[in-house]
């Protein structure tokens, strides 16, 4: 785990900011601010963020064969713009290369304009991924909207640090190796899950809101069952028990069902390892499902996968109040 990403993700928790995190790129923003649209793979593609009302964050990213001129990418920008602006008969002003935080060992610029929004802007150029990242922090005037920008440009980050990378979305977070790619997200209200996979190994994360009712209709195993459904079918499976972190679990522990003597023969069965956990702090159950033929991977990967923080080191540890097992009850400038 990095102990880097951590101390970010605990800072963050104990202010009015959280971390977004996606492809590589973490996003500190205001504690309201959640992603309204994700789109696009690691080498190019567009984040959305809204407060609830309107847009207030736009992060693009491409990546480039040679360092662009962002001077130049800037003017060119504001210059459409104002084009544009000119046809709708909107006032337009703009301020160009402008003093604001930036983050660390990036080449960047900044530049504002105001018209029928105020928006603040970032080009960077990271020289290590290769991606040029542009950011666009939207309000209005009177909003602190200059404020937000500078912190968000400062604690931008393009990549990962020690080899780690964050994801982390609408409470879902976890710090994963690099080299997992994502192949699919669930993104919907009390329930999100993100899929992965790196070579011939599956690894996927869950996060489901309103535990506590689910499973005190329901054994964890039924869930599990049910939850997983098709993907199980696949292994001889046995689920049991367990606590997690001071959190009443479930261990499902399995092996890949090899059709007919000559696969059995020829190839060797990939292990299934899922465990999942009810966080009553937060009411929610939080699981990850291993698939490959290195089992000892999935503890290293299970530690990177956080409920809440108690001491802005490592993920918490509370008493669980369901007895899931049975599913029942238990113990600006512009101014």
């Known amino acids: 785990m990095s102990q880097a990403l ?3 993700m605990s800072e963050s928790a104990r202010g009015k900011t959280h971390l977004i995190g996606w492809q590589g790129l ?3 923003v205001p504690e309201l601010w959640e ?6 793979t690691r080498a190019q593609g ?3 963020v809204d407060d609830g009302d309107a847009i207030r964050l736009r992060c693009s990213w491409k990546e480039l064969r040679r360092p662009p001129d962002l001077l130049a990418e800037a003017d060119a920008y504001l210059d459409k713009l104002q084009k544009e602006t000119r046809k709708k008969k909107v006032d337009f002003a703009a301020k160009r290369d402008i003093r604001l ?3 660390p060992q990036r080449v960047a610029t900044c530049f504002s304009w105001r018209a029928e929004a105020l928006v603040y802007a970032m080009l960077a150029y990271c020289q290590d991924c290769r991606r040029l990242s542009s950011l666009y922090v939207f309000g209005q005037p009177g909003q602190a909207v200059e404020r937000e920008a500078r912190s968000v440009f400062a604690t931008y980050r393009c990549h990962g640090e020690d080899d780690r990378e964050l994801w982390s979305v609408f409470g879902l977070s976890c710090v994963l190796p690099s080299g997992w790619r994502l192949t699919k997200s669930e993104l919907r209200a009390g329930q999100v899950g993100l899929s992965f996979s790196r070579g011939k190994e599956e690894l996927a994360l869950a996060r489901v809101a309103m535990a506590e009712s689910i499973l005190r209709r329901k ?8 939850y997983y459904g098709k993907e199980l079918r696949g292994y001889v499976w046995r689920g049991d028990r367990t606590e997690y972190r001071g959190h009443i679990a479930l261990d499902v522990e399995g092996e890949e069902r090899l059709r007919g003597p000559l696969a059995r023969l020829l190839r060797k069965a990939k292990v299934l390892r899922v465990r999942a956990w009810y966080c009553d702090e937060l009411d929610k159950i939080y699981a990850l499902w291993y698939v490959g033929r290195e089992p000892e991977r999935f503890e290293e990967l299970l530690r990177g996968l956080a409920c809440h923080l108690a001491d802005g080191k490592e993920p ?3 008493e669980a109040g369901v007895d899931v097992a049975k599913g029942e009850a238990g113990e600006d400038g512009w101014r």
């Open 6 to 8: 951590w101390q970010v």
């Open 26 to 28: 973490v996003l500190e």
């Open 35 to 40: 992603p309204h649209s994700l789109s696009g």
């Open 46 to 48: 567009t984040l959305q």
């Open 101 to 103: 935080p930036l983050p």
């Open 219 to 226: 054994k964890f195993v039924r869930w599990a069952e049910e």
């Open 316 to 318: 918490g540890r509370v």
